[in-house]
């Protein structure tokens, strides 16, 4: 559930035209619920950046999924079933480079740090490149005496 130190991500409007129609669907009975998404994926028994990525169209809900989605959010089974058919489309939900400030900045650190991740990655692993298909991603929070910091997590098998 939501707290007043876990507010609930929405929609964002401008997106609305670029994202399936499932999106704006899961998105409504999710703010409805007020649920944040570590509270689905905890329902779902997935991690919660793959249930983000579900509610953006960016990836593929199974039959467990769409009857747990139905089940917690009050959104008919056939519903969901009809609007999470088929294959995800990727990618095309933003334009390059992106608008949206702490989107930019993820673009930023890849930008800046792209090559030496390259170059490490090449020298630990040999030559290749990590998978985005078998990969896994996971956010969390650390806080100390300087403030908050995000920790975000990228596994890609190479």
């Given at each position: 559930?939501?707290?007043?130190?876990?507010?609930?991500?929405?929609?964002?409007s401008?997106?609305?035209?670029?994202?399936?129609?499932?999106?704006?669907?899961?998105?409504?009975?999710?703010?409805?619920?007020?649920?944040?998404?570590?509270?689905?994926?905890?329902?779902?028994?997935?991690?919660?950046?793959?249930?983000?990525?579900?509610?953006?169209?960016?990836?593929?809900?199974?039959?467990?999924?769409?009857?747990?989605?139905?089940?917690?959010?009050?959104?008919?089974?056939?519903?969901?079933?009809?609007?999470?058919?088929?294959?995800?489309?990727r990618?095309?939900?933003?334009?390059?480079?992106?608008?949206?400030?702490?989107?930019?900045?993820?673009?930023?650190?890849?930008?800046n740090?792209?090559?030496?991740?390259?170059?490490?990655?090449?020298?630990?692993?040999g030559?290749?490149?990590?998978?985005?298909?078998?990969?896994?991603?996971?956010?969390?929070?650390?806080?100390?005496?300087?403030?908050?910091?995000?920790?975000?997590?990228?596994?890609?098998?190479?």
């Amino acid at each position: 559930m939501a707290s007043a130190d876990k507010p609930v991500a929405t929609l964002d409007s401008s997106l609305v035209h670029r994202l399936p129609a499932s999106s704006a669907t899961l998105f409504e009975a999710k703010k409805e619920k007020k649920l944040t998404f570590e509270a689905i994926a905890k329902k779902l028994g997935r991690d919660e950046v793959a249930v983000a990525a579900l509610f953006y169209g960016q990836a593929m809900a199974n039959a467990q999924d769409i009857r747990n989605l139905s089940d917690l959010l009050g959104i008919p089974a056939d519903k969901l079933e009809s609007q999470l058919a088929g294959l995800p489309d990727r990618g095309r939900t933003m334009d390059m480079p992106p608008k949206e400030p702490l989107i930019y900045r993820l673009y930023e650190v890849v930008q800046n740090y792209g090559y030496a991740y390259k170059a490490i990655l090449n020298e630990k692993f040999g030559d290749g490149i990590m998978s985005a298909i078998s990969f896994s991603t996971s956010v969390r929070k650390e806080t100390d005496d300087k403030g908050d910091w995000a920790v975000i997590t990228l596994r890609g098998k190479w």
